[in-house]
């Protein structure tokens, strides 16, 4: 199992220890570092200063929005960054919520999210390839534009840049079953959100080289509730706000996973302005099933559960360099 570092978003600015916290992962033998999106910092300019500080480690984007651009565009983003760090780029890709969607990129969220992947990874596909100009017949995004207000003089185009890689490699997030499912037929690897080791999805036969990289939080510590504390607050934000009561794919994982009247509590707290509340309403034990918390033994005990089939990576969640070092060590 290779070991990734997820930084995720910033949060007010920019966030001085993600250079040092990646050069360690790198000096350490960590595989990948990842960078995300919310609606604050984007994905691909912080990972393209990680890219100029580092010289060997992968790079990937667990998630960028397809929201945010347009396939092509995002396309444009991965060949271009692939270019300037010597073919490290790995593209994680993500369809996000309506609550985000509508309400901040201000588009409509697709009334069938899986032909809108779908649509989505093969026009990025296509762009990668470079074999011909691109060109789709598609419900959420055609190429050319072909809709009533169309001026009927696009036409189709290949990318000016020649990819370095016609294969870089597409991740997808997903959450619901169904999507999972097309994941796994379409694209080059999965992105789990909140991975339970102890209770891992039957998945359908996968492709050779398929990735299977969840993520976790990480921290070697003494005291397993304390540092349970920023996972249960992580979880409290995404099962709480992170959609709305009646549609949020973060609160139907966790319903799914067997803590659904938890996840309905959450909910209910989060909305009534209860931040700390809700963040106290989330299990313990859920939180400590998906996260790498606690002494190096217990922490040593546990991983060997984490690298079990399908899990080919795992990503960590981990300001704390000294808990790195410890992992590279436990995973050596």
Same mark, same amino acid.
């Given at each position: !199992? ?24 790198? =000096? +350490? ?11 604050? %910092? ?12 580092? %010289? ?9 929005? !397809? ?21 490290? !780029?790995?593209?994680?890709? $993500? ?13 409509? *969220? ?11 990874? /093969? ?23 072909? $809709? ?15 990819? +370095?890689?016609? /294969?870089?490699?597409?991740?997808? $997030? ?74 949020? *794919? ?19 707290? *989060? ?26 033994? =217990? ?5 060997? +559960? ?20 410890? +992992? ?5």
């Amino acid at each position: !199992m290779r070991l990734g570092l997820a930084l995720g978003y910033w949060g007010r600015g920019p966030a001085a220890e993600h250079v040092p916290l990646a050069q360690e992962a790198e =000096r +350490l033998g960590y595989h990948s570092v990842w960078t995300a999106e919310a609606w604050g %910092s984007d994905a691909f300019t912080p990972l393209t200063w990680l890219a100029a500080h580092t %010289s060997r480690i992968r790079l990937g984007t667990a998630v960028a929005q !397809m929201a945010a651009r347009s396939p092509t565009a995002t396309a444009m983003h991965a060949l271009t960054l692939d270019h300037l760090s010597g073919g490290r !780029m790995t593209l994680g890709l $993500g369809l996000s919520g309506p609550q985000v969607v509508e309400g901040w990129y201000g588009r409509p *969220f697709p009334a069938s999210p899986l032909t809108a992947v779908r649509e989505y990874v /093969d026009v990025v596909r296509q762009v990668l390839r470079r074999a011909a100009p691109v060109e789709l017949d598609g419900r959420f995004h055609p190429l050319p534009y072909r $809709g009533p207000d169309a001026t009927g003089f696009g036409r189709p185009l290949k990318p000016i840049t020649h990819p +370095l890689r016609p /294969d870089l490699p597409v991740l997808l $997030g997903a959450e619901g079953p169904k999507n999972v499912a097309q994941t796994c037929r379409i694209a080059d690897g999965w992105l789990p959100l909140y991975w339970s080791p102890f209770r891992p999805p039957q998945l359908p036969p996968l492709p050779p080289d398929f990735m299977v990289a969840p993520m976790a939080q990480a921290r070697v510590c003494a005291d397993v509730a304390e540092g349970l504390l920023p996972v249960k607050a992580m979880l409290g934000f995404y099962i709480g706000g992170m959609g709305h009561a009646t549609r949020n *794919f973060h609160a139907d994982l966790m319903a799914r996973m067997g803590y659904a009247q938890e996840a309905g509590r959450v909910q209910e707290l *989060f909305a009534a302005g209860r931040r700390e509340d809700a963040i106290k309403a989330v299990p313990d034990e859920f939180a400590d099933e998906i996260s790498l918390i606690g002494p190096r033994a =217990r922490i040593a005990n546990r991983l060997d +559960l984490w690298r079990r089939p399908p899990v080919t990576d795992l990503l960590l969640l981990s300001p704390d360099p000294h808990t790195l070092r410890a +992992l590279a060590n436990l995973n050596s």
